[in-house]
């Protein structure tokens, strides 16, 4: 089955303690993408990816990083992770030329 | 920068009949794509309809249809025969056809509410 996943799917964390969400497709597709999504503001790019080795920062960068080794995973890392980073993540992916974009099934994060 | 907005925060509709939501954006491109997604309580982004800018028929998907109007920056959903699966959080996206690192730009969302 085509998709995207996501792991874990909640977390709740400290202020300070790094953590990764992971993120994985199976379609093989060349772009990746990062959102956090909060009330009244919709989706928002954290970061990109449009293939191994090559990523850039989407419109709310700052707090985060991410990796691009292998095709198919593309995790997102908070090294010292702040309340305002408190969210829901979504990661999704297409092919390059593609139209669609596919959507990981969420991570609630809670940064207390 | 391209936007998208949806001015209509909370919508509700009675079950079975009509409802219409907004969306307008700003883009300076000629080409592009735009997209309706449904967000369910599950939080899973389901793709509801799709339109190409370049063209000039709307799409329509089952009782799923949008009236797209280019030159005024405008992309409305209309929901048929709402059913109480139709309750949900939508957004309105917006994708460039060249810039592809942009990607998507989502507006802030709607949530219909659908009354038994």
């Known amino acids: ?112 | 920068a391209q936007t998208v907005t949806q001015s209509q925060p909370e919508m509700s509709v009675q079950e079975a009949e009509t409802v219409t939501l907004s969306c307008t954006y700003d883009t300076s491109e000629s080409d592009y794509y735009l997209f309706w997604y449904k967000q369910p309580p599950s939080r899973q982004m389901i793709l509801v309809i799709r339109q190409e800018a370049y063209k000039q028929q709307n799409a329509t998907e089952n009782r799923f249809s949008v009236n797209f109007q280019k030159a005024a920056k405008s992309f409305s959903l209309k929901i048929s025969d709402s059913q109480l699966g139709d309750a949900a959080m939508y957004f309105c996206a917006y994708r460039s056809h060249d810039n592809y690192g942009q990607n998507f730009v989502f507006g802030p969302g709607t949530r219909l509410s659908v009354l038994p």
């Open chain 1, 1 to 112: 089955e085509a998709q995207v996943t996501q792991n874990p799917r909640y977390l709740i964390t400290v202020t300070g303690k790094k953590l990764t969400v992971t993120c994985s497709q199976n379609m093989n597709h060349e772009y990746m993408s990062w959102y956090r999504q909060d009330p009244g503001l919709g989706l928002r790019q954290i970061y990109y990816s449009m293939n191994v080795e090559v990523t850039d920062k989407g419109d709310v960068p700052e707090g985060y990083k991410v990796s691009r080794k292998e095709k198919r995973n593309f995790p997102l890392i908070l090294e010292s992770p702040s309340p305002n980073q408190t969210s829901l993540y979504f990661c999704a992916s297409s092919f390059n030329r593609g139209v669609e974009q596919y959507f990981g099934p969420g991570t609630r994060l809670t940064v207390t």
